[in-house]
């Protein structure tokens, strides 16, 4: 039931109704909501399973690459090819940083401050406490997704996540102007689902090539 949870979250998002699971499960929905008494409770145990997943391969590239941009890349590929990109909550994806001047840019220039709904910049040597998850979202109704943040994880993600950020900014080999929020975006944008497993796997591969190449500096 499980599996079929994340295929149709994965292919149709989180706004997918039960009875799509049910389907996919071929059971009853009854059946469903038996195993999960509400939807809330099947999303929440998929996103916090999925950001879990992420967060480990993040460490494990932290742990095993010394150079900061291998390390980067690696977590990059490795999260894609399993997928995890299409069940993150959308929360994640959107990053607050409160008072934060954006890389290269003059104080007086940055904006006085954060709208939680975008996509903010990441400031260098970002911490636990610089980091949160957007408080409002643009997520159909009915999603489940309500309230959905700090319990599932994403705050530990975004913490290691900034960790391979922050080492690749700083050795001069990513862009100044990436940010924690944009590595995840990249995540979920280079997880396409596709009816042919191989097509799915050559589509991922060649797309995170090409947003790879766009996450690096470039010489002056």
Known sequence: MLRAAREV?????????MEDVARRARVGVGTVYRRFPSKDV????IAEEETARLTEQARTALGQEEKPWSALSRFLRTSVASGAGRLLPPQVLRVG???EEQPGVPAASAPESVDETRVPQQRQGVGQDD???A????????????GLGEETGAVELLEVVGRLVD???ESGELRRDVTVADVLLVIATAAPSLPDAAQQAAA???LLDILLEGLRSRPA
């Open 9 to 17: 979250f994965g292919e149709l998002g989180y706004g997918a109704p």
């Open 42 to 45: 099947l999303v929440r145990r």
């Open 97 to 99: 940083v409160d008072g």
């Open 131 to 133: 980091l949160r998850v």
């Open 135 to 146: 408080g409002r979202r643009s997520a159909g109704a009915g999603d489940g997704l309500d």
């Open 167 to 169: 080492r690749a900014r």
């Open 204 to 206: 991922s591969a060649r």
